[in-house]
């Protein structure tokens, strides 16, 4: 149903790179149909305290390629409780804010489900740097981060190249270790430690060996950190291998930087289509991209499809390096 007056965005959770772009595109979207924008700064936890910003053009020029977000972002231990998503649905309609725009994960979309139920309409993008959300192909800011990931992977090549070492590469990925794959099997990596396979640290010192049998002196090892630290590692590859062993752990550089363009194209897509939902009345909804295709899916759904492992590319890079 046409005729939303008052549209909130806001980013929540972990930031992801092309978060700004998802933000210009639902600002740009929802001035053109006429409505006021609002920025809600800090996610659920300034929305809670009304840290609000009438959004207009001005402020979203030039942001399309620029990294973290502009809102802000924070994660509110107050506000999934019934008190704190009651006190948002209160502020939100004194506010006359009738529509709200939730950039974020698993979590953060969870909590956007609650103000529907509260009355409040809300769209959904999924943005995190995890690519853990089942229902779209991929999540704002995965692919900015792997693009980051490979271009520390390759320095980190050199030295272990000049010094014949093992470097285990440690990711961000708490349950999914797509950043670790993906960043793995595009920078020729020799293997991978991620939570959805079971890890065999025999058979992946085997495969470093005879890598090393074939002059392969750079051995990297990618390791998600949901499956520990690279220090819990260390000492038994070099016990097992014979080979000094050092780690890195990349960080919350993954999270920084400009978006590839790949993000910006994904996260603009989603600002756009976000918008265009509210417009058509087609809320309690998440924007997703599906074989390049993008859909309004009801959150709900999305939230309860399990994430697909990209096992193709896993058994692909275990052939290669094998
Ligand atoms: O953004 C997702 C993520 O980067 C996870 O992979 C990581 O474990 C977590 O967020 C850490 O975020 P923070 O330290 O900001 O809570």
């Known amino acids: 149903m046409p005729g939303k007056k ?3 965005i806001l980013t929540s959770g972990g930031d992801a790179p092309g978060m700004n772009a998802a933000i210009r595109a639902s600002v740009r979207a929802a001035l053109h149909y006429g409505y006021d924008v609002v920025g809600i700064n800090r996610g659920y936890a300034g929305l809670l305290e009304k840290d609000f910003i009438p959004m207009n053009t001005n402020l979203v020029r030039g942001i399309i390629g620029l990294g973290g977000t502009i ?3 924070s994660r509110s231990e107050f506000f999934p409780t019934e008190a704190g998503l009651q006190k948002a ?9 009738d529509s709200l725009v939730v950039i974020g994960g698993d979590g953060s979309l969870s909590g956007a489900v609650e103000l529907e139920k509260r009355g409040i309409s809300v769209v959904g993008m999924p943005g995190t740097i995890d690519n853990d959300f089942g229902a779209s192909d991929y999540t704002i800011g995965f692919d900015t981060a792997v693009s980051t990931a490979l271009d520390a992977i390759a320095k980190i090549r050199d030295t272990t190249f000049s010094h014949n070492r093992i470097n285990i590469v440690q990711v961000m990925g708490r349950t999914c270790g797509d950043i670790a794959l993906y960043a793995g099997f595009s920078s020729g990596a020799d293997a991978i430690i991620i939570p959805e396979m079971e890890t065999n640290l025999k058979e992946i010192c085997e495969t470093l060996l005879r890598g090393r049998d074939r002059n392969e ?3 990297i090892v990618m390791l998600a950190e949901g499956c520990g630290s690279y220090r819990d590692y260390v000492d038994q590859f ?5 080979v000094v062993t050092k780690g890195t752990n990349l960080g919350y550089i993954q999270r920084g930087g ?9 996260a603009s897509y989603m600002g756009y289509k976000a918008v265009e939902a509210i417009h058509e009345g087609n809320t309690n909804t998440v924007i997703v991209q599906r074989k390049g295709e993008y859909l309004a899916i009801p959150i709900e759904e ?4 399990e994430k697909k492992f990209n096992i193709d590319m896993y058994k692909t890079m275990k052939f290669l390096t094998r």
């Open 6 to 8: 008052k549209v909130g």
């Open 71 to 73: 809102l802000r972002t």
């Open 89 to 97: 649905t209160d502020i939100l309609n004194d506010f006359g804010i």
């Open 217 to 219: 002196l750079a051995s």
């Open 238 to 242: 070099e016990e097992m291998t014979g």
């Open 258 to 266: 400009s978006p590839t363009h790949f993000d910006r194209n994904l």
């Open 302 to 305: 999305a939230l309860q499809t």
